[in-house]
């Protein structure tokens, strides 16, 4: 046989796998109700697997930290690539985040998700040996009000800062010697009542090209 009979008799079945080579950067399916628009990936055959996020069939799209934490995703907007997750519950009758125990969220170094600016984080129950500029720890911070609706972190000292670019964007970390429970509030205007604060913590990913 010549080589270009080869060739020729190999064409249809190169051509045949063109689809599967384009699959591999399509969108992943639906998890549940939700659109998994790209490059998020639920699994290796679909999406980026830099974007690697959680479809658990009963409770929806997940976001799991660099330490194994699943926190749920409530929505996505991938114009603005970002992904809108619930803050970690409060244990019942304690004023601790239940992802205490892991330092609170973490991403890897290198994964292309951060911590958007949008994001004012309150911290509970907080030591004064936390009490360092930019956090806003005085009595009239913000976070009392969240401290209300939370009765057992009430009368225990609380912070807020705004998670701007002057620092790391990977992680909001809680600890047993600084502050032990946190919630983020997006995109809060100054003197945005309480009812109107969007709870939640804002993560945006950097495009791939
Ligand atoms: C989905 O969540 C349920 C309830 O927490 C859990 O038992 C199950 O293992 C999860 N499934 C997957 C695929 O993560
Ligand atoms: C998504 O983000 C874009 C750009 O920031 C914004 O204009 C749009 O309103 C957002 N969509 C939703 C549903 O929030
Ligand atoms: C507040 O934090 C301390 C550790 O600094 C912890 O021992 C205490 O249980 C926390 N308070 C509540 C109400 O969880
Ligand atoms: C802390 O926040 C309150 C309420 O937004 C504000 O009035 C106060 O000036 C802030 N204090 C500092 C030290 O930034």
């Known amino acids: 046989m010549k080589p270009t009979f080869i060739m020729v008799s ?3 079945l190169l051509l045949s796998l063109v689809p599967f080579v384009y699959s591999s ?39 799991i930290s660099s330490d194994g934490f699943h926190y749920k995703i409530i929505s996505i907007n991938s114009t603005a690539n970002t992904l809108f997750i ?11 985040s239940i992802d205490l125990p892991v330092g609170g969220f973490r991403i890897e170094d290198d994964s292309p998700f951060y911590v ?3 994001n ?21 911070s913000i976070c009392r ?20 670019a002057s620092m790391t964007n990977h992680r909001i970390r809680v600890r047993v010697e600084g502050c032990t429970a946190y919630t983020s509030v997006v995109d809060m205007k100054p003197g945005d009542p309480f009812q109107s604060w969007n709870f939640g913590i804002e993560l945006q990913w950097s495009s791939p090209f």
Request: aromatic share 6%; net charge positive.
């Open 10 to 12: 190999l064409l249809p």
């Open 25 to 63: 950067i399509s969108n992943c399916p639906k998890c549940g109700k939700m659109d998994v628009p790209y490059p998020l990936s639920t699994k290796d055959s679909c999406g980026n697997l830099k974007y690697k996020i959680h479809c658990n069939k009963t409770k929806g799209l997940e976001f």
């Open 86 to 96: 619930m803050p970690p519950l409060i244990k019942k009758d304690t004023c601790q």
């Open 116 to 118: 958007s600016s949008r």
């Open 120 to 140: 004012t984080v309150l911290l509970l129950n907080c030591s004064d040996n936390i009490l360092l500029s930019p956090l806003n720890c005085s009595s009239n």
């Open 145 to 164: 009000q969240f401290e209300e609706k939370e009765s057992m972190c009430m009368d225990l000292l609380c912070c807020s800062f705004l998670k701007d």
